[in-house]
């Protein structure tokens, strides 16, 4: 069963069955960015070490670097954001995933929150 | 503000627009311990600085040799927002700070506003914060008298190491023609294939304001300078924006 990992960057990543791991911005992260008109993604095969900026997202009047959570291989980007960046305000963790990964190092999980956790850490914040 | 640490004012004039952008895009890079909070003004030649969006227009290669042809490079900024003509009469500033854990956009937004409504106070303007939908690059923290377009404000994040970084950039009118920044918008996106309409009537500037006080970016940052080492700066805590349409504006009261 997929498990979904949280970082205080506000930033999710889904590890599927298979091992792959899928990234995006969490709910929170988009209501603060406000209408989203345009993402750039990372290509097919870049290799990304925790920290390194992964993407960027605009929205009407911000932009954001969303960086690594963890360290991997791009193996998909969520083309649909290109014509449809507002799948991210829709469907922050679902249809507005940004791009898909194999993991290099699946203890960098390990320093990450899990929901119940990122909610508290939300909480803090408001 | 970071207490204990006015933001330190840097003035610079550019030969060119995409020298000073550049210039603004690396502020925060000397961010650190000891400088957490930077705040630079600059001048430069008119461009037309686009966002990100503005990139994927289904029309974009006429609308920069239209515009080139008329004396407007084209630029793009990366903090959001739509396309925003600069250049003489305008003043761009760039807030750049360490941002704690909870330190939030608007925050980011309202410390910027915050500072330009000091300097408004000073000649006696009451600035109000809400969007001016019918105005070129309309956003929430749009900076209007009168319901017309005075400053934009946009929004950077970014990581270095546990740092979390932001700057807040600014783009006020001084003294430039409205007719002439409403002209250019509106040439770029009909040229565009996705027109927008720009009147003049939706935008002001302070020289228009208060013609009286014969403003120029000059003597705007003088007051800003003023109004910095005064430390009338903070924001107030009534300060609020207006809601996503627009409809309510509240007057930031210092």
Redesign the interface.
């Known amino acids: 069963m997929a498990k979904i990992y949280f970082s205080?960057?506000h930033e999710w990543v889904r590890v599927e069955d298979d091992g792959q791991a899928v990234v995006g911005i969490t709910d929170y992260a988009q209501q603060?960015?406000?209408d989203v008109?345009?993402v750039?993604l990372p290509d097919e095969g870049k290799d990304l070490a925790k920290?390194d900026e992964a993407a960027?997202v605009?929205?009407?009047?911000?932009?954001?670097?969303v960086?690594a959570a963890v360290s991997g291989t791009v193996t998909e980007a969520n083309e649909a954001l290109?014509d449809t960046?507002n799948l991210v305000n829709e469907s922050p963790q679902g249809d507005g995933w940004f791009f898909k990964m194999t993991l290099s190092d699946e203890s960098e999980l390990e320093a990450l929150m899990d929901e119940a956790a990122y909610n508290d850490f939300v909480k803090?914040?408001e | 503000m970071v207490k204990g640490h006015p933001p330190l004012l840097l003035k610079e004039r550019f030969s060119t627009a995409a020298a000073g952008l550049q210039r603004q895009e690396q502020l925060a890079g000397a961010l650190g311990p000891e400088r957490p909070v930077l705040l630079l003004a600059w001048q430069a030649p008119q461009a037309l600085i686009l966002?990100?969006?503005d990139t994927?227009l289904p029309d974009l290669p006429r609308a920069r040799s239209a515009l080139e042809a008329a004396g407007w490079p084209l630029l793009v900024r990366?903090?959001?927002?739509?396309a925003c003509p600069v250049g003489p009469g305008t003043l761009q500033l760039a807030l750049a700070r360490v941002a704690p854990?909870?330190f939030?956009?608007d925050a980011g937004y309202g410390e910027l506003a915050g500072l330009l409504a000091a300097v408004g106070a000073s000649y006696g303007l009451a600035f109000e914060v809400g969007e001016c939908a019918t105005a070129f690059c309309?956003?929430?923290?749009d900076i209007a008298l009168a319901g017309r377009k005075l400053a934009g404000?946009?929004?950077?994040?970014?990581?270095r190491?546990n740092l979390r970084l932001v700057t807040t950039a600014a783009s006020l009118n001084v003294s430039a023609d409205p007719h002439s920044l409403a002209a250019c918008v509106e040439t770029f996106y009909r040229h565009a294939d996705a027109p927008r309409p720009c009147s003049p009537t939706t935008l002001h500037s302070l020289a228009q304001a208060v013609p009286e006080h014969q403003v120029t970016c000059a003597k705007f940052l003088q007051r800003l300078a003023d109004s910095l080492a005064g430390g009338r700066t903070s924001l107030p805590s009534s300060c609020s924006i207006a809601d996503q349409t627009g409809a309510t504006r509240q007057e930031i009261a210092l």
């Open positions: 205080d960057e603060q960015l406000g008109v345009f750039e920290g960027v605009e929205s009407v009047k911000a932009a954001s670097e960086y290109t960046p803090g914040l | 966002g990100h969006s994927r990366r903090s959001g927002g739509s854990a909870d939030s956009m309309p956003g929430r923290w404000l946009s929004q950077r994040w970014q990581q190491g």
